[in-house]
């Protein structure tokens, strides 16, 4: 196996060995804290353009499933973990992890302290970083590679082509596709609806001509603030249509209203995220992968309620307005983390439609 390195935009350097394909990346360097589910991580475009540090230390030991893909394909730049499984043992497995990774391109890096690595992420907070298996690119060439990344407007490059359909039996839902999960597709067409995917690149014409009763807005990668023409299409169509957002899609419908947003030290990303529903007192443990949040200070302002709230930290994961037939929530409600209780926010979203 060949040699790889992690040089972070702080200097710091990690050495292991390569479980990947090989090559040199660069990219905005993250922690996901979750036990199992690195297929739907690889899968996911909201790790577009990023290098993904897993903090359980065996992974690979169930191998590649497709049917637990996310996507068509994966998305991040890289791959760390403390120690990768080459010998899969599971009787879906289609083959070993490592070479899924080869297959793909995505550089692949174990046998480092990744504990040690999320805590210097969580004290210093998230870096951008280098990795390669390149022997010949000094540790300067590769801080200066990461100190020169910058994620441009990621949505727009996971976002759909065009628009499709999925023909249904009930309501008409019109689905704003920033870098949309399967699971948020399989969670609506599980309810009945009539689906049609727009493209984030889609203008309110294209959404209103079709005449939907409800609109869905999916989770994306990167900065809010650069989906200023989704944010500008969803102002429009709020109040004339219900709309239930999910993560990306709870921050552009936050700053359609005027609310602000503000990036998180090391971001959410894992399984066990426990959230409060202020108005039922209840706690659910959710799916979260976010790097941004709504600033709770600019909400009233903008005519919204707080809905949720991370119980780790206190920022807002979830917001709505009554009036406006309007839902959104942070956290992923598809993501089945272990429990299911949030799959009744899709019911919700359903019933606010009919009750339109």
Known sequence: M???????????VWEGSSCGAEGTVVGEVVFN????????VLTDPSYFDQIVVLTYPLVGNYGIQPAAFESHRPWLKG????RMCFEPSHWASAGPLPEYLQAHGIVGLQGID?????RLLRERGTMNGAMTTDPDLSVEELLRLAKGFRMKKPVFRVTADGSYEIPGKGARVALIDCGVKAGIIRELLGRGVYLRVFPATCTVREIASWQPDGICISNGPGDPEDCTEVAR?????IGQIPMFGICLGNQLIGIAMGAKTFKLKYGHRGLNHP???LNTGRVHITSQNHGYALLEESLEDAGLDTWFRNLNDGTVEGIRS????LQAVQFHPEGRPGPRDTGYLFDKFVDMIKGS
């Open 2 to 12: 060949a040699d790889c390195r992690l040089v972070l935009e702080d200097g710091s």
């Open 33 to 40: 804290t979750g036990m199992t589910g690195y297929q739907e």
């Open 79 to 82: 791959f760390i973990v403390s």
């Open 114 to 118: 990744t504990r040690q690595l999320t």
């Open 233 to 237: 299409v969803i102002r429009e169509l």
């Open 275 to 277: 959230v409060l529903e």
């Open 322 to 325: 009554s009036p406006l037939k």
